[in-house]
């Protein structure tokens, strides 16, 4: 039995959706320093619904009772712990907390999120609780909200976009304009941001001005954005993660 913070880390699994992210590597060291001895990364090509089906039917599998879902650009720290003795202690089927995100320059609520078997058993009974749109989780939490117990908290949890390719960056803007979502951004912040990244922005706005009706959320591949973008060194891994603790905890101290 592994004890963390009052929890049975055996009864929990930590899985995240990747997509080739420049981070999926630091994403996993990130849970090995919590300590989680279950975790699980879908690193593919598919879309978003295919990942949570393949997700639902695996950790279903598996004798765990709560899943944690993050995406490979998160960054969790020990703030997921207080989310799930939250989701616990006040059986929560699907709890969300909060998160600090890069591009954004702000607090906003999202992955990751702790789910019961409920919440995967419902979805592998009827793949069709998850529309293939711009925001299919939201969707599918909608279409089962009556069926479980549903939460948002304000508890910090983790870092979202540092330290990702431009083509990320390009993809995750894009599904934000296509979810009316640039209210959300600060044109100050964005002007400040590296080069690479505001060329990245740049390209999501000529790409929605030309097909403003992209309903699906799966990424494209705007690949030749990263050409002058390394990638990050397995040796640097541990230097990485002295900073982005220092920046964790600045950013918990400013939430707080």
């Not at 639902?56 to 009772?65: F, I, N, Q």
């Not at 944690?68 to 720290?77: E, K, L, M, N, Y």
């Not at 409920?118 to 979805?123: A, T």
């Not at 299919?136 to 549903?150: A, C, G, V």
Request: aromatic letters at 12%.
């Amino acid at each position: 039995m592994v004890l963390v913070n009052n929890l049975d880390l055996d009864k929990i699994l930590v899985t995240s959706f990747c997509t080739n992210e420049r981070t999926s590597q630091f994403n996993e060291h990130c849970i090995k320093k919590l300590n989680f001895p279950n975790s699980l990364m879908i690193n593919n090509e598919k879309g978003f619904k295919e990942k949570y089906i393949d997700f639902a039917k695996k950790g279903l599998d598996t004798s765990c009772e709560y899943f944690v879902r993050i995406d490979g650009d998160h960054f969790i720290f020990d703030g997921i712990f207080d989310l799930l003795n939250v989701a616990i202690n006040e059986e929560y089927d699907w709890l969300t907390g909060v998160v600090h995100d890069y591009v954004m320059n702000n607090y906003r609520g999202g992955t990751p999120q702790i789910l019961t078997r409920k919440v995967l058993e419902l979805l592998v009974n009827d793949n069709d609780l998850m529309p293939n749109h711009q925001k299919p989780e939201s969707e599918y939490s909608n279409n089962i909200r009556h069926l479980t117990k549903m939460g948002d908290v304000r508890i910090l949890t983790a870092l979202h976009e540092y330290e990702q390719y431009p083509s990320k960056i390009c993809n995750s803007f894009l599904n934000r304009l296509h979810r009316n979502h640039l209210g959300l951004y600060n044109v100050e912040h964005l002007n400040s941001l590296p080069d690479s990244y505001k060329k990245a922005i740049s390209y999501a706005f000529d790409v929605y001005g030309k097909n403003a009706n992209k309903v699906s959320m799966d990424f494209e591949d705007f690949s030749f954005l990263d050409k002058t973008f390394e990638p990050l060194l397995a040796e640097s891994i541990d230097g990485l993660y002295n900073h982005y603790q220092d920046v964790y905890n600045r950013v918990s101290t400013n939430f707080s």
